[in-house]
């Protein structure tokens, strides 16, 4: 059952609606680089918190990537919105790799960042899910730092650093738990040649969550999609590098 996700949307009435993704861990600020080169050449941006992120309902876990796709859809129904542009990074490129399999009327083009369609690992997944309800997020939020930046950006963005550690440590456990339990045993290989969508897969050439190998194999998969690797970026790399990250988007989906 779909939720109503929490959202927030810029740019003209008239624009080409694109759809930005979050990813584990983060909420819709994630993707403030990107907000006013996407308006500035007449794109309507949603942006939404994935459920069990930032301001969306926390429903009781575990979760489905079907129900994260279908809290899209139940989003685009409410803005009467026909089909969209999406873009998701790392869950949420997944989700945007379901909605490309499953419901190929409502996407116009799909841009998948740092993301993959077997992210493997499931144990790996499963006891940070644990860790999360047990302990919380501060720790958490620690260690993503390391995954989602390089060393080098770590050092030179002390500011932006304490800001995207906090948005992590005040994600709700149960949430980031039950969307770490989504990943354990994912595996979208099967649905990448049903997507008709014109796709573009960026990866993020120092990523160490889901190396570029994770992306080289969605866009082998998906019919005529793109391949992008973005050179010093990690795992947010629409933030470490967000004019080459914006830049590639507008591209794909003009």
Not at 114 to 141: F, H, K, L, Q, Y
Not at 156 to 174: F, I, K, L, Q
């Amino acid at each position: 059952m779909s939720v109503e996700v929490h959202h927030v949307i810029d740019g003209p009435a008239d624009g080409d609606v694109v759809v930005l993704s979050n990813s584990l861990g983060s909420n819709l600020h994630m993707w403030d680089p990107q907000v006013k080169p996407l308006t500035d050449n007449g794109f309507r941006v949603v942006r939404y918190d994935t459920r069990g992120h930032g301001e969306s309902p926390v429903p009781a876990g575990p979760y489905t990537l079907r129900e994260l796709g279908e809290d899209v859809l139940a989003l685009l129904d409410r803005l009467g919105v026909s089909a969209a542009h999406f873009v998701g990074l790392s869950l949420g490129g997944m989700t945007g790799i379901w909605l490309g399999g499953h419901a190929p009327d409502r996407v116009r083009s799909l841009v998948l960042c740092c993301t993959s369609a077997r992210p493997g690992n499931a144990s790996m997944w499963v006891e940070r899910a644990a860790d999360a309800r047990a302990g919380g997020m501060a720790e958490i939020a620690g260690a993503a730092m390391g995954r989602w930046f390089t060393e080098a950006w770590l050092a030179s963005n002390p500011e932006a650093v304490g800001r995207m550690r906090e948005m992590v440590a005040r994600t709700p456990g149960d949430g980031y738990a039950s969307c770490c339990e989504v990943l354990a045993d994912l595996d979208l290989v099967g649905d990448l040649p049903k997507i008709t969508a014109p796709a573009l897969v960026i990866s993020g050439a120092d990523d160490p969550a889901l190396p570029p190998g994770h992306g080289r194999v969605i866009a082998d998969g998906i019919p005529g999609a793109r391949f992008e690797v973005v050179a010093q970026a990690a795992h947010l790399g629409n933030v470490e590098q967000a004019g080459r990250f914006s830049e590639l988007i507008i591209e794909a989906i003009k």
